[in-house]
């Protein structure tokens, strides 16, 4: 029973695989977003990617100890669910697109998708918050098709968030809880689509070490003043993460 255990810990990209965990848990814990743009790309290179999606989904559950609890009580509740329900709804259609595509057209999209989140962000260019409930849902339910293809549910609702005038602190609170909890709603859906393996799951638990610790030491050192110097460091990382996750590199 415990054989996929023991394989997923002899892996010999696992130690490359959890350094990258931790520092995608860092950043995610100062930002409040990047998480999944630095780890699929990197993770992609070595794993399959639906395992990396399931992997990531999986790991996801230290932030429930280390970051939700305090962003849920700064963030715009109503708001997150809402859009968190479009999210559920749609990402089934995402998580066929993970079934039926073959894997290097996945991977060749988490890293495009990755860099052109990045472009847009240092380019400034944000969705316009004025479109009602209407935009928020639709943010929502485009992060759920994004993140069921290519654990991707970040690009959508960061520049949705982004766009708005809110201070930094519900910023970051809306998006930490948004991405944790729609990243955890996959993993039923991976498994409903035959997508969740034993070689995931485990990878997924091995993982909730390095990413929680990551997680907590990026909550620890947050500081709304230093906003920008934490996007400043999340940018260098999630572009790294993009350029070196092309497939053109093989």
Known sequence: MLEPFWAALGDPALPFIATVSLLAGLVYGFAGFGSALIFMPLSAIFLPPAVAVGAFSLSALASL????????????????????????????????????????????AISCLTLITLTVLILGWKVPAKGGWGLKLGVGAMSGVFGGATGLNGPPVILFNLGTDQP??????????????????????????????????????????????????GSMIFAPKRAGLYRLIAFGLIGFAGLSGLPIWN
């Open 65 to 108: 100890v280390t970051v939700v609890p305090s962003a849920l009580r700064v963030a715009e509740r109503k708001v997150v669910a809402w859009m968190l329900l479009a999210a559920i709804v749609a990402t089934p259609f995402g998580v066929a697109l993970l079934r039926l595509m073959p894997a290097d057209t996945i991977r060749l």
């Open 168 to 217: 930094v602190q519900i910023t970051r609170a809306n998006l930490a809880v948004f991405l944790t909890l729609s990243s955890l709603t996959f993993l039923p859906q991976l498994w409903l689509q035959g997508m969740l393996s034993s070689r995931a799951l485990w990878l997924g638990i091995i993982l909730l070490v390095p990413y929680g610790i990551g997680t907590q030491i």
